[in-house]
């Protein structure tokens, strides 16, 4: 019984002694709390940096706020600021300039979807649908194969919001999605 007793203490003290070491199931548990510390303040990190995002964001909203008002004043004569006038009329003479800009964007766009849709139907109808060879603008024959031209086909509808050829009947522009006017 004695033997018994010994063999059982040794086990528990070997049991005892493969738990306490570095290998042992109480390291896990050190490696384990560790590793969730280093997770909290983890998250406490990224919970305190989305705080500041939110902070500064709040910052620039109000400072694009307080430029706004001030811009106003200056416009309607009010800003009592001389150090705030010359950055206002800046603002304002930038505003001005955009809108410029944006005037002469329309233009050169009008200009190109008149282009676009002038060389379109020009390449309408110019090549014998026959023998392929260009067509003069009258006659009713082809002067290469002799044979009579198509009826003129009607003339292409074009998107009015992007310039594209519209297909014959077409709700929608398949270029742009937007109905057709």
Same mark, same amino acid.
Request: glycine share 6%; charged share 25%; aromatic share 2%.
């Given at each position: =019984?004695?033997?018994?007793?010994?063999?059982?203490? @040794?086990?528990? @003290?070997?049991?005892?002694?493969?738990?306490?070491? $570095?290998?042992?199931?109480? *390291?896990?548990? &050190?490696?384990? !709390? !560790?590793? =969730?510390? $280093?997770?909290?303040?983890? !998250?406490? =990190?990224?919970?305190?940096?989305?705080?500041?995002?939110?902070? &500064?964001?709040?910052?620039?909203?109000?400072? +694009?706020? #307080?430029? #706004?008002?001030? #811009?106003?004043? @200056?416009?309607?004569?009010?800003?009592?600021?001389?150090?705030?006038?010359?950055?206002?009329?800046?603002?304002?003479?930038? $505003?001005?300039?955009? %809108?410029?800009?944006?005037?002469?964007?329309?233009?050169?766009?009008? @200009?190109?979807?008149?282009?676009?849709?002038?060389?379109?139907?020009?390449?309408?109808? +110019? #090549?014998?649908?026959?023998?392929?060879?260009?067509?003069?603008?009258?006659?009713?024959?082809?002067?290469?194969?002799?044979? *009579?031209?198509?009826?003129?086909?009607?003339?292409? +509808?074009?998107?009015?919001?992007?310039?594209?050829?519209?297909? %014959?009947?077409?709700?929608?522009? *398949?270029?742009?999605?937007?109905? *057709?006017?």
């Amino acid at each position: =019984m004695a033997d018994l007793i010994n063999t059982f203490k @040794e086990k528990a @003290e070997s049991l005892v002694t493969a738990i306490n070491s $570095e290998s042992g199931v109480k *390291a896990a548990i &050190e490696g384990l !709390r !560790r590793r =969730m510390a $280093e997770a909290d303040r983890k !998250r406490a =990190m990224r919970k305190i940096k989305a705080e500041l995002q939110r902070i &500064e964001q709040q910052i620039d909203e109000l400072l +694009t706020s #307080v430029g #706004v008002q001030a #811009v106003a004043l @200056e416009r309607a004569g009010a800003l009592s600021s001389p150090e705030l006038a010359p950055l206002c009329d800046r603002i304002i003479d930038l $505003e001005r300039l955009l %809108e410029e800009q944006r005037q002469a964007l329309a233009k050169v766009e009008a @200009e190109a979807l008149a282009a676009a849709q002038s060389a379109l139907q020009a390449s309408v109808q +110019t #090549v014998c649908p026959h023998c392929g060879k260009p067509l003069a603008a009258t006659g009713e024959f082809c002067p290469y194969c002799g044979q *009579a031209r198509l009826a003129q086909a009607p003339a292409p +509808t074009f998107c009015a919001h992007c310039g594209a050829p519209l297909r %014959e009947g077409a709700r929608y522009c *398949a270029h742009c999605g937007q109905e *057709a006017a």
